[in-house]
């Protein structure tokens, strides 16, 4: 069985890339249409438009993440492929994903990556593979979320295709957070402050306010992608009145964590 890590553009998942050699490394970008996020570098534009074999307008993530790929290249000297699927903006379903409908994580992360195996991995009669996922000791819980819902032989399916065998070997290790952070700290590789989406609904209200500071023109498309779909992604409150809130100054990135499973690839 070939293996493949998961790169999310976190240290975890990276830390694995470098600690735990596989076959292949794997990242999945979210891509959106709204030219206000466009990069100010041109440069980091057209890289990642060859990388993803079209033309790159905007992440719905921190810009940083594009640097952390393309570090983390260059210092493992092995290359990563870089999957898409359509833009967040061009979802076929009707409505925003929530937290109890996520089809971003499943269209814009698990079916590219279902697709680039299909494409290149596909061995011998549907010979599924190992994907080396980035959940830390102390992270158990995220594991077993993930491994409920493989079948008999530890085996996820997509479309009814079992293809994936998720391993956790820093779980396996015993290794923590704090044993990441410090490794990666004389390296030459950037890490944004949080990896995923900077308005993804799983984050707590204040982290999101803090997010309009830092990311005001992605925010923005969040908070139009509402009107235009005339839903929410949080069901409490709409984007519109979180960035109205008072400004949170005082938030701490490593108080907050993501339980969402899957899309933290």
């Known amino acids: 069985m070939k293996t493949c890590t998961s790169i999310s553009g976190g240290q975890s998942s990276a830390y694995v890339a470098a600690n735990y050699p596989s076959d292949f490394l ?70 925003l994903p929530n937290i109890t409908w996520r089809h971003c994580t499943e269209l814009m992360k698990i079916k590219p990556m279902f697709d680039w195996w299909k494409n290149h991995c596909l061995l011998g009669e549907n010979e599924p593979i190992a994907m080396q996922i980035g959940f830390r000791s102390g992270e158990e819980n995220r594991a077993k979320n993930m491994l409920d819902r493989c079948d008999e032989n530890g085996l996820r399916a997509y479309q009814k295709k079992p293809w994936q065998k998720p391993v956790f070997p820093m779980i396996t290790d015993g290794i923590r957070r704090d044993q990441v952070v410090n490794y990666w700290k004389d390296k030459p590789v950037r890490f944004a402050p949080q990896n995923n989406c900077v308005g993804c609904f799983h984050r707590n209200p204040l982290v999101l306010r803090k997010m309009f500071d830092l990311h005001p023109n992605k925010m923005k498309w969040f908070v139009e992608m509402e009107k235009r779909k005339k839903a929410r992604w949080k069901s409490e409150m709409s984007y519109e009145d979180i960035g109205k809130h008072r400004p949170q100054t005082e938030i701490n990135f490593e108080d907050w964590s993501c339980d969402s499973g899957y899309c933290g690839l």
């Open 26 to 95: 794997v990242f999945a970008l979210v891509c959106i249409e709204d030219r206000n996020c466009t990069p100010k570098d041109a440069g980091i534009v057209k890289e990642v438009s060859d990388r993803i074999g079209r033309e790159f307008i905007a992440t719905a993530e921190d810009d940083i993440i594009l640097n952390t790929v393309l570090d983390l290249e260059q210092y493992l000297g092995q290359s990563i492929d870089w999957v898409v699927g359509r833009p967040f903006d061009r979802l076929r379903n009707t409505s």
